[in-house]
T-cell receptor
């Protein structure tokens, strides 16, 4: 089945530094990648949608200059949290939409737990 | 009103029990309905998906969708301790992003 590899699984960084999270589709081409954030005991909240080769579309309230998304190829999308602060500590998950689509055509990465100290 | 409402639980049941999980939604445009299972600190994994109204069964899991009531359910028969996880309903229309419920934490006690 379709697999999305997400790295790192866990990262601790100092306040003010930047962190890059990568998601790679291993055996398929992901035309669209969704980035979600999940706080403890909360649901997944969509941050942005990125299509290969074009700028990401951010949800209301998500700072595009803080959360930089790059989707330069059909197999790689990255999320960079710039100048991270403790309130950015969260669980970040990517989700790829398969080109073939279909009702079940969305697959998730394993998530990245970011802790900003 | 949130687009998707889901009781967060927690829900605790004995091993072998039948579990019923539910979500309600407000957007009548939703056509695809999914249930995901998420273990602690892991990404969600797809359990079931249904298009439009109806039932779908897969092993011990049954998904039901009632579009007229804007209500979806997931039933787990003969629940096992390994079923202990958070269950998220999700839905969408067309190729739009998934909209998730809050998730229900389930514990199956041996």
């Amino acid at each position: 089945g379709a697999v999305v590899s997400q790295h790192p699984s866990r990262v601790i960084c100092k306040s003010g530094t930047s962190v890059k999270i990568e998601c790679r589709s291993l055996d398929f081409q992901a035309t669209t990648m969704f980035w979600y954030r999940q706080f403890p005991k909360q649901s997944l909240m969509l941050m942005a949608t990125s299509n290969e080769g074009s700028k990401a579309t951010y949800e209301q309230g998500v700072e595009k200059d803080k959360f930089l998304i790059n989707h330069a190829s059909l197999t790689l999308s990255t999320l960079t949290v710039t100048s991270a602060h403790p309130e950015d500590s969260s669980f970040y998950i990517c989700s790829a939409r398969l080109q073939t689509g279909g009702a079940g055509g969305y697959t998730f990465g394993s998530g990245t737990r970011l802790t900003v100290v | 009103q949130k687009e998707v409402e889901q009781d967060p639980g927690p829900l605790s049941v004995p091993e072998g029990a039948i579990v019923s999980l539910n979500c309600t939604y407000s957007n009548s445009a939703f056509q695809y309905f999914m249930w995901y299972r998420q273990y602690s600190r892991k990404g969600p994994e797809l359990l079931m998906y249904t298009y439009s109204s109806g039932n779908k069964e897969d092993g011990r899991f049954t998904a039901q969708v009632d579009k007229s009531s804007k209500y979806i359910s997931l039933f787990i028969r003969d629940s096992q301790p390994s079923d202990s996880a958070t269950y998220l309903c999700a839905m969408r229309s067309g190729n739009t992003p998934l909209v998730f419920g809050k998730g229900t934490r389930l514990s199956v006690i041996a």
